[in-house]
């Protein structure tokens, strides 16, 4: 890159606190007498002068060195004059570094060369300073202030792009050393990046700052808007001669607090709290929060209880009625109830013996990816038994306030999630599922889930204590159940309580008849449609079951089959005589094309490539293993979604291959020469665990020996060092997801082989299964030919030694 000189020494402007950019307008002031002399004297001149800004801000007489090397040119175009200070508007031209000191007395003067900035416009360059603009826009609409003449330039539609990015660079809420830094790229794309970044930032904290904002306005607006309510109604009842009725008012909680049949505990403080009230001047502030706390009192459901009578046979019924399959689940809620039913019967005989039992010592806890019915079946329960059904997520709660509630002194206090799904119930024993049990925080603000062990527990939640309502509340006739995606995150103690019911997620037949017994009859009513308008051929909803989605569940495809109803509903709209019948040709048109294809189908087997199974918190995937081999000195590279334990299954595998060179026909010396790369690419982040260690190992031994793996072979299994394959967790999980992937074949450990119980038969007829617990016969097997042939060492497939990799 050439840079010229700019010939004609410069007078030299030392800023501080603030950097200034080539084509942006800046009004700056100077009170230092050098400043003030090198200003006047360009000003006389051709009005050039060079701003760099200085390193450090305190330096109150900087020299040529204490200043960055890379600066601005600007042309002074205004400048005025107050008492001992000059204010000049400059407008910067280009950038330009120091080369030459030619004087520091009266003023800095050096010698600068324009730099010349590395710029070619590309369509990404184009889609970024797009970006850029809306980001600005954005910006400025949450309240970024910036000059209204700014703000045109930046937003009309003819501006530059270097003109663009040094606008935005030089508005930014950046520290200066950053903003030197922007002005140092000479990169122009590399400079639209940083300040995207920038920008998006700003962005995301104006966005933060504004929904705080309205929420604390909000809270503060209603306070108000209710004070001034009350001060015009006493006002008008004064003029009316009715000014006696706050107390009326006030004396109205007496009736509702006897109406709410507290326990006597409460009731007393209840009273207490009225008797404050009462004694108030109805303007003193604090009135608000004790109405606000008596009103919450008066509504819990303190005495409130659904009368149930758990009848297993109806349950049964309503849970059929209501979900496809899910056999082993529905047994286990039906078995769990049957134990409720006998306590209770027996309750009704014995109170006493009740009490020692606890109401219901277990917790049930659904387990499963999203969609696969968890919630719906947790409404079907409250349904079967007549009783109220809420749910509450505890999905990313940190704070253990969020459960309990925060104590009254704090502004805008409320009661807890738990009590606030109570009161919405109305009794005090509703179904209450707690969502994503999985999915707690914990920090600084305490631990959810101690809280919520209290909460599960019978023995402690009779007296559940709120912070905000400061009086127990009795949690113990509430029937809990919680879900999770995945068990490994719930705390031990906590899962100690619970009774886990599995949902695995479903096969492509079972997601048909969902489809077409459930979600298409459901969607064809919310969207205002009815049998007659229209109809689906059963070709057509298998295949958009098996093209439109991949899921364990079927969320997906319940909104697939609502974006095809309300097109429909909109050609029915315009022609109400119109009867649709949706083949898979219509597909297309009401879809666009299809948007899966098979993972595995139509490709080839390959070397150094190995189909495994994993457990993700979406349900059961696919997991390729990649081995790549380089020249080299041995060593192993892991790249790809690869959490800890799989990274030491690598490494394991690779020790068992380098151990077994010899054995697999690969020369020792050969595996000295080259460097192993192990990638684990595409699909959603697996659950960290060992069961890749199969699939790893037989990527390895493929890419060693050249031999191809046979692609539709899916394998899961930990492998030890001596090359046991041991028993692994999630089978039925990735079983289902093998048969949604089209797999022919699935390699399983032996100690695994008690779990295909669990497997619908339908998978059991479309996949072989085959079970190993040694990886020389998964070898065998997985790999398109034996790796072992023809090699004279080869032992009964459990070799008996390690050598120290
Ligand atoms: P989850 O709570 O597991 O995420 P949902 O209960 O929200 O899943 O289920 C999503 C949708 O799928 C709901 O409309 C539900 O009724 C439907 N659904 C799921 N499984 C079944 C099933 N076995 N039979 C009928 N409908 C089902």
Known sequence: MENTVFSKPVPVVPVRGSVVFPHTDSLLSFGRPKSIAAVDAAYQDDRIIAIFTQREANQPDPSLSDLHPIGTLVVITQMMTTDGEIHAMVRGQHRVRLTETLSEEPYLVARVEELTEDHFDDTEVEAMSNRLVDLFRKAVNLGKS???????????????????????????????????????????????????????????????????????????????????????????????????????????????????????????????????????????????????????????????????????????????????GLGKAKERILEFLSVMKLKEDLHAKDAKKHEDMGAHPTILCFVGPPGVGKTSIGKSIAKAIGREFQRVSLGGIRDEAELRGHRRTYVGALPGRILQGIKNAGTRNPVFMLDEIDKLGMDYRGDPSAALLEILDPEQNKEFSDHYLEVPFDLSQVMFICTANVLDTIPGPLRDRLEIIRFAGYIEEEKFHIAQKYLWPKQVKVNGLNQKNISISDEALRDVVKNYTREAGVRELERIIATICRKVAREVAANPKLKIKVAVTDLQKYLGPRKFSSQILGKSDEVGMSTGLAVTSVGGELLFVEVALMPGSGKLTLTGQLGSVMKESAKAAFTWTRAHAEELGVDKNFLKTIDVHVHVPEGATPKDGPSAGVALTTALVSAVTGIPVKRDVGMTGEVTLRGRVLEIGGVKEKVVAAHRAGLKTILLPKDNEKDMEDVPENVKKDIQFKFYDNVVDVLETALTRDPFAGVAKKKSGKPSFVTAA
């Open 146 to 324: 910036v000059e209204i003449t700014t703000i045109m330039r930046i937003l009309s539609q003819h501006t530059d792009v270097v003109e663009l990015v040094d606008s935005v660079a030089a508005v930014l809420e950046i520290k200066t050393e950053e903003k030197q830094l922007l002005l140092e790229e000479l990169s122009v794309k590399k400079r639209l990046e940083k300040v995207l970044e920038f920008t998006t930032h700003e962005v995301s904290v104006l966005e933060l700052e504004r929904t705080i904002s309205v929420k604390t306005q909000k809270r503060f607006d209603d306070q108000m808007k209710k004070s001034i309510l009350r001060e015009r109604k006493h006002a008008i009842e004064q003029e009316l001669g009715e000014n006696d009725d706050d107390e009326d008012d006030v004396s109205e909680y007496k009736s509702k607090i006897r109406k709410a049949k507290m326990p006597k505990a409460v009731f007393d403080k209840a009273m207490k709290e009225y008797k404050r009230l009462s004694n108030m001047s109805p303007h003193n502030p604090e009135t608000g929060y004790i109405r606000n706390y008596l009103d919450w009192l008066c509504d819990m459901p303190w005495s409130v209880i659904t009368p149930t009578k758990v009848s297993v046979e109806k349950a049964g019924q309503v849970l059929d009625h209501d979900h496809y």
